[in-house]
Structure formats: structure tokens, C-alpha cells
């Protein structure tokens, strides 16, 4: 199980209301505490943050923000000591617009090799005035910016499939990929034990960049839908070749090198391409995370996982939650709850059902308290580019990235070391008091305590391994699939109880359960004789 820290709202150790790496050394105990395999560190590199570091201006350093290549080196050691593995997140789709090799392609003329790194080209119509093509940008508006040249006069186009502020590498060009040759070597020198690789189905557009057949549905979404933007097959050779260089330091040193991809793709078999025995080790499988509440939804995923990903003989990499999506305890609550109704007991039973899965489980940071979504935040306090680009508050994701409570009753609730009067960067909700760690650890009916005794179990029971699961036959509204010779993992997705399918106490379960009984929205594991 791998935890995401998403370093600026973990903790503050500099009193400037922003986590940071330091911040991250010192929650180091309380992960190993909660019984991580690893930990995912969102982007700390230099970056204007017009995307909170998904937007890099320099891929081998430390934002000042965030401190220094030392401090970085301090949380390697820390977390090797407490035998905490570290995944980077790498941007290889594109950059930050302030990337010296974005300013260089500006300042170069159009057909330069400067301007090769990137996806410049003519515009359409009279003067040039129109986008190269129809494509839409993932967080709104069009795909391309049209800039000034040299001389001041209106020029070429650039593609971002994100924000303006994104340019898109092109992979074509041979100084791109050799780029993240020495970024992936600089931190894997440095000790890394792999990577995070943000948007992988990215990097390599068709080739001659012709219209999308359906611009409108790519509007509608922000998955990647287009399907000349995005799972190019030439991908698949930058991963081959990705893994090959982790697995030369592996060589050297026995230490696995992990290489986790964020893949949205239409279906569980192209998924399952990703994860082919020569390239990535893991991908997100994000179905499980937009599957609705429902025992039939969460049954086909699952089903479809194990037959197309884990069938191939690959791991399923499991999520539920991350820094882009509604919190979880709000996403099944209805209506939307303050944390402690329906659900909170779902999101409880889901991750128990997350845990007894075969592959590998993420989870984001905050999870594990059970936090609500912030839904309330005022329009002037929203930093997302998705809310600036549309106008809309559909699709903002400031309100699962709210800065984690530690301690105490009132706001920064531990977050921040800061004097008094410095605020955490998002505003916490008062009612983030009930929620603070130091509660969590004291109250052995928490989400915390949950998942840590869901992990430890999942350590120590080889039924919880590597292998397969057999569904048993159930009411409708239950499931319940056996690991290994004779875990059982049941949930009920219905308000009413049902009846247990092993009698007998459960040895963990999501919420009280009465021997015999599966009462609703609550999940258990049994050892059963079946
Ligand atoms: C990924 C990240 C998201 C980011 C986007 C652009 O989807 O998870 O946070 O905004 O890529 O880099």
C-alpha cells in the first residue's frame, strides 16, 4: 500500500501555511505507524505552481517552497531508515511555460530545433489566426496558444492538452526523451525507489495532429477521450525503455525500482498493455474510484480487473481516492454528508474491500482520517487552473487538498509551525477538529485505526498476498469473494442487514457486526472454512 502525500497540504515545518519536505520528515512515524509500504510525493520541483508543480520549470531541484536538494536527501535517509519506500512524480507530458527550454523555443525561430521540443505550428484561416486543430485543453478552452514572435508580431501556436501554462513536450523530438533519461538518473542516483508518471497514456500525439473526430465530447470530460491526443501506441516504447533503466540500478543493488503510471484508458484490456512484463510494474486502475456505490458496479470492475489486468499476469493496482478526485466519504454520501452518516460507512466498507483485493492499493493522504471534501470554499480562495479556465466550480479540486489537521480545536489544527495569524494556504473548516490525527489515534473506532489494522492484517495473512479471488454466491446488494484458502471479504452495498456468509466474529470489519450478521454499508473479513 502506497500513501500520497501531497507535500503542501501534509505539514508545514516553515510556518508559511505550505507543507513541505521537512514537513514530510516529520510525519515519517506517524505513516509507519499507520503501516505504509511507500509514499508518493506529489511534485516538489521548481514550478511557477500555476498547477501546484504539475506545471515543472526545472526537473532536478527543489521549489524553495517545498526547501533543497539537502532536505530532500535528509527525508531519503529518514524514510530508508523506517523502511518507507519514496516515489517522485514525474510530468514527462509536458512542462512548466517558465522551463528554460519553453522560454528558449520563444525566443527561436519557427522550424528551430528549439521550437522541435514542443508542438509549435501555423494556425488555420486568415493570418494564422485559428488553432492548428479542434482540440480541446483538459481544463477548458483550446488546446492552443497563439504566441508572439520575436519581432512582436503574432506568430505560431503551441499545443497544451492542460493549461496555457503547460507546453507539451513532443516526443518525437530525440533531446526529449534523452531529458528524462538524466531526470530519471539524477534522483534515482539519489536514492529513489521509483516513480509516479503523471498522465502516461500522454506523451506522443498522432503524428500530424489532424482534427478530433468528436471535439465536443472531449469538452465534456476530463478524462482523456480524444483519441489522437492521447494512448499512442509509441507510448509503450517509452516505458520499455523506462523500466529497463530501473531495472539496470535493481541490478546493481537488488533494491526494486517501481514504475506506477497515471493511465486513463477506455477499457481494462488496453489498461492491461501498460502493465505488460517489460513495462510499468502498475498502473491506476481509476474504475473502482468512479464506480457508483452499487454491488453490481463494484462486481464488474472487480471481475473485469481480474480477467484483463491480473489475467495477463499483472498486478492490479487499486484506487480509491487522489488529490484530483472528490473525497471519498463525500462521493458516497447522499446527499452529500458532513462525514459521519452514510458516507463515511462506505467509504469505510470500500476501503476494506480496497485492502482484501490481489494488487496494489493507494492511498491519498487525509483518507485514513475519514476527511470530508471542503465544499464550501469561497470562490476568492480557489487556486485550481480548472476553475479560472472554465468558470465553473464542477470540476475543482481544491476541495479534497485542504491541509490535513493534526492537533488541537481550532485552524492550522498542528498543520502549520507558523506564528500566530499564519494561515494554511487553503482555509480548514472548523469541523476539520474532529478529524485531527491525534483524535484519530485515541479513538480505536477511526478510519485510522481501521486502516491500520486492515494493513497489518494484510501483512501478515498470505491469503491477503499476490493470487486470485473467487466470487461466492450472494443476495443481491452483497459481495463477497474468497483470497487465498479461506479469507472471505464481504460488503453490503444495501441499507438493510443481511446475513453473514461465514458465521462467526469477523476479524476486522468496517463497522459494528454482530455474529451472523452483515449489517448495511458495512464491509468484513472472516477466516472461513469454505
Ligand atoms: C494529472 C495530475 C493532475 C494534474 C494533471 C496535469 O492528472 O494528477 O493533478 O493537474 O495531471 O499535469
Redesign the pocket.
Known amino acids: 500500500m502506497i500513501y500520497q502525500v501531497y507535500v503542501r497540504s501534509f505539514l508545514d515545518s516553515t510556518g508559511d501555511g505550505i507543507g513541505d519536505l521537512a514537513g514530510v520528515r516529520a510525519g515519517l512515524p506517524y505513516l509507519k505507524k499507520l503501516g505504509v509500504d511507500g509514499i508518493w510525493l506529489s511534485p516538489f520541483y521548481p514550478s511557477p505552481q500555476h ?1 501546484h508543480g ?1 506545471d515543472v520549470a526545472d526537473y532536478c531541484d527543489v521549489d524553495p517552497l517545498f526547501g533543497d536538494l539537502a532536505e530532500f536527501d535528509l527525508l531519503m535517509t529518514a524514510a530508508r531508515r523506517l523502511g518507507i519506500r519514496v516515489l517522485l512524480d514525474i ?1 514527462p ?2 512542462c512548466s511555460s517558465e522551463h528554460p527550454w519553453f522560454r528558449e523555443a520563444l525566443a527561436s525561430p519557427p522550424g528551430s530545433p528549439a521550437r522541435a521540443r514542443f508542438h509549435f505550428a501555423d494556425g488555420r484561416g486568415p493570418d494564422g489566426a485559428e488553432p492548428p486543430n479542434n482540440w480541446h485543453a483538459m481544463f477548458g478552452g483550446p488546446a492552443w496558444t497563439r504566441i508572439a514572435e520575436t519581432d512582436g508580431r503574432p506568430g505560431q501556436w503551441y499545443l497544451h492538452m ?1 493549461t496555457p501554462e ?1 507546453p507539451d513536450w513532443n516526443w518525437r523530438d530525440a533531446e526529449v526523451p534523452a531529458q528524462f533519461d538524466r531526470v530519471l538518473r539524477f534522483w534515482l542516483d539519489r536514492g529513489v525507489d521509483g516513480f509516479r508518471i ?2 502516461a497514456a500522454g506523451l506522443f500525439k498522432h503524428p500530424e495532429l489532424p482534427d478530433s473526430p468528436d471535439p465536443e465530447a472531449d469538452a465534456r470530460t476530463r478524462d482523456s477521450v480524444n483519441p489522437l491526443a492521447w494512448n499512442q501506441p509509441e507510448v509503450h516504447d517509452v516505458w520499455r525503455h523506462w523500466r529497463s533503466v530501473c531495472e539496470e540500478y535493481t541490478a546493481r543493488d537488488g533494491r526494486e525500482r517501481l514504475l506506477v503510471g ?1 493511465v486513463s484508458v477506455p477499457s481494462a484490456r488496453e489498461h492491461a498493455l501498460y502493465v505488460r512484463p517489460d513495462e510499468l510494474q502498475q498502473a491506476f486502475f481509476f474504475d473502482l474510484l468512479s464506480a457508483p456505490w452499487d454491488a453490481d458496479a463494484f462486481r464488474k470492475v472487480v471481475s473485469e480487473a481480474m480477467q484483463d489486468i491480473a489475467g495477463t499476469g499483472s498486478t492490479v493496482t487499486w484506487v480509491l481516492n ?3 478526485q472528490v473525497r471519498t466519504v463525500t462521493r458516497y454520501g447522499e446527499p452529500a454528508t458532513d462525514g459521519s452518516g452514510l458516507g463515511a460507512a462506505r467509504a469505510r466498507a470500500a476501503a476494506l474491500l480496497m485492502l482484501a483485493l490481489p494488487g496494489a492499493a493507494y492511498v491519498y493522504q487525509g483518507e485514513e482520517l475519514g476527511l470530508p471534501e471542503v465544499v464550501d470554499l469561497p470562490d476568492d480562495v480557489l487556486t485550481d487552473p480548472i476553475f479560472r479556465r472554465t468558470g465553473s466550480r464542477a470540476r475543482v479540486r481544491d476541495g479534497c487538498r485542504v491541509p490535513l489537521p493534526w492537533s488541537g480545536q481550532v485552524s492550522p489544527f498542528g498543520f502549520t509551525s507558523g506564528a500566530e495569524g499564519v494561515r494554511p494556504w487553503l482555509p480548514q473548516p472548523e469541523y476539520f477538529a474532529e478529524y485531527a490525527t491525534d483524535r484519530a489515534l485515541a479513538d480505536t473506532r477511526s478510519f485510522w485505526h481501521l486502516y491500520r489494522d486492515g494493513l497489518q492484517l494484510r501483512r501478515e495473512l498470505p491469503q491477503l498476498g499476490e493470487g486470485d479471488l473467487r466470487w461466492l454466491d450472494t443476495p443481491p446488494g452483497v459481495l463477497a469473494f474468497v483470497r487465498g484458502d479461506g479469507l472471505v471479504c464481504a460488503v453490503n452495498f444495501a441499507t438493510a442487514p443481511a446475513t453473514a456468509p461465514v458465521p462467526g466474529t469477523p476479524l476486522l470489519a468496517s463497522g459494528p457486526c454482530p455474529p451472523g450478521v452483515l449489517p448495511g454499508s458495512t464491509a468484513a473479513w472472516w477466516i472461513g472454512d469454505l
Open positions: 498547477d504539475y510530468v507530458n509536458h492542460f503547460q503523471d498522465v497515471e487522489n488529490h484530483d
